[in-house]
T-cell receptor
């Protein structure tokens, strides 16, 4: 069973606020990801990491930033939230970067920016 | 650019019948294809996968078919059960990253 956690599960916040979405995994996976998904749309990769101190931007441009100081922790930060950031954010991890490696997803954070 | 497409946003089938979910991709560099299943308020979970060197992979009630020439794959669920009701995501993977479709919501009616 996969152990990957995201907090908060739901967040309603005003424009201009700084927010951090937490993601932790206890599987010791090197690779971690952040996806953004709007209803009825595909999952868009916004950030990924191959390991500690390694972070890369994904396919979808995002104003968010990430950090990877510890293997198990991959937080995502929005310095100034805007209504356009309203979406679902899914964190995932995988053991390696091989094509066949399945990703384990957290339950997601639903963000609403007013 | 949407490299993985699931053109049917929803599908409804009767319990016991076959469910067929379809997925098309555009990039021939993908070498692995995966299906994930997502229940409400949960993250997607891995269901079944297939390598690009194969054309079929079966796991119990779930079978994935790959047609490389058509850049098309499908997931067959036989027989369908009410517990299969979920959103199914198709993913195409290369060593650099995976790309996901928009999902198909399957409803299996008792």
């Amino acid at each position: 069973e996969a152990d990957i956690y995201q907090t908060p599960r739901y967040l309603v916040i005003g424009t201009g606020k700084k927010i951090t979405l937490e993601c932790s995994q206890t599987m010791g996976h090197d690779k971690m990801y952040w996806y953004q998904q709007d209803p009825g749309m595909e999952l868009h990769l916004i950030h990924y990491s191959y390991g500690v101190n390694s972070t890369e931007k994904g396919d979808l441009s995002s104003e968010s930033t990430v950090s990877r100081i510890r293997t198990e922790h991959f937080p995502l930060t929005l310095e100034s939230a805007r209504p356009s950031h309203t979406s679902q954010y899914l964190c995932a991890s995988s053991e390696s970067r091989q094509s066949q490696e399945t990703q384990y997803f957290g339950p997601g954070t639903r963000l609403l920016v007013l | 650019d949407q490299q993985v497409k699931q053109n049917s946003p929803s599908l409804s089938v009767q319990e016991g019948r076959i469910s067929i979910l379809n997925c098309d991709y555009t990039n021939s560099m993908f070498d692995y294809f995966l299906w994930y299943k997502k229940y409400p308020a949960e993250g997607p979970t891995f269901l079944i996968s297939i390598s690009s060197i194969k054309d079929k992979n079966e796991d119990g009630r779930f079978t994935v078919f790959l047609n490389k020439s058509a850049k098309h794959l499908s997931l067959h669920i036989v027989p369908s059960q009410p517990g299969d009701s979920a959103v199914y995501f198709c993913a195409a993977s290369s060593p650099s990253r995976a790309r996901f479709g928009a999902g198909t919501r399957l409803t299996v009616k008792p």
